[in-house]
């Protein structure tokens, strides 16, 4: 009866074992795949740099002072360069080195676009409904200024 019992908890042992290299060897697999898509999604990233012009998108600035809420967080510039000035947004949380302020430098890579979209209650009458102005920024994904 004892070596049956010892026997099915070296059994168990065995099998816990097995289990948790098993399970290491996935989360290392997964960690690579992971590194790899990022590694091919951040090659598409362009690079930009230039002057901060205006430390929030002008059209932004507009509409807030209108009396419109504007979603989601985080940061818009106007950035000039030697190619022209051009709008960017930076998502709260998105890896930097430094603060953002007017007439600063930056570099940084962007990619892809982000719809930005601003609501106000507005009123016609006695009728309430929501009005809304949006526009695509240029995403951020790392920068330095």
Known sequence: MKKGFVFVILLCLVLLLSFNIAYASYSNLL?????????????????????????????????????????????????????????????????????I???????????????IECTETCKEGDVEYKCTQSIKLNKVTYYGT
């Open 101 to 115: 302020s007017k007439n600063k430098q930056i570099l940084g890579k962007y990619s892809g676009t982000k719809k």
């Open 31 to 99: 960690g690579l795949v992971t590194d790899l898509i990022t590694t091919i999604s951040s090659s598409s990233a362009k690079n930009f740099g230039g002057t901060i012009t205006k430390d929030k998108v002008e059209k932004i600035k507009t509409w807030e002072e209108d009396g419109y809420t504007c979603t989601p967080s985080g940061k818009s510039i106007t950035v000039k360069s030697k190619t022209g000035t051009i709008d960017y947004f930076i998502p709260s949380g998105t890896k930097n080195n430094n603060s």
